[in-house]
């Protein structure tokens, strides 16, 4: 699978300048991510009028939002047109869409600056703290997002070439696909993209750490994935047998991976926002449909059948 940051952002632009709009009331909102160095192309629009705004690049410096992307921090002018604190390339598509006063707030991740969103009035007037404080807080929910679509990103690059069999060759004796420790990896892998994936809002990005996650239990089951490393957790007594679905719900694979990583009941909760008890009952019905008596067993089962790699 390709992941690709890019075709995931736009359904998070989208929803920072919803909650922009609705926290600061501004009535017009629009704002892109970086298009290469030291530039960011405005690719979502709310509340516009017209599209000349839409694909416009800011370049770094220039403009308000150039401006704010520099100096690191959220800046606002009264009347875009006729203010002497920014420079004036792209006065032309603001008077087109028949703004005056515009705020900018850079979206900084780990350091760097990611994108600029912009909230807009069509009349002259001064914009005060809680607007600015509203637009900078829907800018850090965006810059969350973001995170988690890297650390998304991360742990596919990690997990995906072994399982899929990348030609790059492995980086020394025994590193590649049957290597057992490297393969623990993926396993460690695939129980933080799961958790990971209940944490994403962008449902389409969802979907495809969900898919990555199937690709790794499929490939384990492939490479006859049932036993541990060294081969020891074979004859655990469970009846599931191999290639039989066993019908375990998404939150009860949740449960089993993060299970399957070692993690306690509480440690389980706290990843997937689940109370202990709530934990209790899936690992139970996990259990109850793989025919295992313990924890280990549900494991171990659930790696036969390709639930989980």
């Known amino acids: 699978m390709q992941f690709e940051p890019a075709a995931n952002d736009s359904a ?60 690191c921090r959220p800046l606002a002018v ?45 009349r ?11 637009a900078v807080e829907a800018a850090r929910e965006l810059e969350q997002a973001l995170v988690l679509q890297d650390e998304a990103a991360r742990l596919l690059a990690e997990a995906l ?5 990348a030609r790059k060759a492995p980086p020394g004796p025994g590193a590649g696909a049957g290597d057992p420790a490297r393969w623990e990896e993926v396993r460690e892998a695939h129980g933080e993209l799961r958790a990971l994936a209940q944490r994403v809002g962008d449902p389409v990005l969802r979907r495809e750490l969900l898919a990555a996650c199937g690709r790794l239990a499929a490939a384990s089951s492939r490479r006859g994935g049932g036993g541990g490393a060294d081969g020891a957790e074979g004859g655990t007594g469970s009846a599931c047998a191999a290639g039989v679905d066993p019908g375990l719900s998404p939150r009860e694979v949740d449960v089993l991976a993060c299970v399957a990583s070692g993690a306690t009941n509480a440690v389980v909760a706290e ?15 996990c259990m109850r449909k793989l025919g295992a008596h313990t924890r280990l067993q549900a494991v171990v089962a659930a790696r036969r059948v390709g639930v989980l790699p």
């Open 12 to 71: 998070d632009v989208r929803a920072a300048l919803s909650r922009l709009r609705r926290a600061t009331g501004l009535p017009v909102a629009f704002g892109g991510l970086l298009a290469g160095t030291g530039r960011y192309r405005i690719n979502e629009l709310a509340g516009t009028e017209t599209t000349v705004l839409h694909g416009l690049d800011i370049a770094q410096g220039n403009g308000l939002g150039g401006k704010a992307a520099t100096l």
């Open 78 to 122: 009264t009347d875009y047109g006729a203010s002497s604190v920014i420079s004036h390339e792209y006065d032309a598509a603001v008077a087109a869409e028949g703004l005056r006063s515009v705020l900018a707030v850079p979206v900084i991740v780990r350091r760097r600056v990611r994108g600029v969103l912009y909230g807009a009035l069509r």
């Open 124 to 134: 002259p007037v001064r914009l005060g703290d809680r607007p600015l404080s509203a």
């Open 161 to 165: 070439p072994p399982a899929a069999g």
């Open 271 to 285: 990843r997937l926002g689940l109370r202990p008890e709530t934990v209790k009952s899936y690992l139970r019905s």
